[in-house]
């Protein structure tokens, strides 16, 4: 605290404060050479006349696919089922099959992801 009289005699008292008025000299910008890596959905569409009653599933790994347990795929139309993964990176690998009723695996060789809209045709 400081005092300080006044003409008066009387006794003012003034409460010093500590603050910075000063303004920052520039705002805070993402560092240089870093890019954001560009995201896409990522859409699985297998083609299977698999029964009144039966499901789709598929199992994998990448783009939280596991292979110990399936992710039921959509039902669209005309024995299409859809599975998608919003915001994956551009350069994702992923390894799937698909199996009816999460139990009866597709046959052939595991499929590989080659761009955003993949199409199968399995047989089972």
């Not at 890596?37 to 939280?64: D, E, M, P, W």
């Not at 139309?77 to 799937?96: A, G, I, M, V, Y």
Request: glycine share 6%; proline share 3%; with cysteine.
């Amino acid at each position: 605290m400081h005092t300080s009289k006044t003409d008066n005699r009387k006794v003012v008292t003034k409460k010093r404060t500590n603050v910075n008025k000063s303004r920052p000299d520039t705002i805070k910008k993402p560092a240089t050479g870093i890019s954001k890596q560009k995201s896409k959905t990522l859409s699985v569409i297998a083609k299977a006349n698999i029964g009144f009653g039966n499901r789709l599933y598929i199992r994998g790994n990448g783009c939280g696919l596991s292979w110990d347990k399936g992710i039921a795929m959509k039902y669209t139309k005309d024995d299409r089922w859809q599975w998608e993964r919003k915001n994956t990176p551009s350069k994702t690998n992923l390894e799937f099959k698909v199996l009816i009723n999460d139990e009866i695996w597709s046959m052939g060789e595991n499929y590989t992801v080659s761009n955003k809209n993949n199409e199968i045709c399995p047989t089972f």
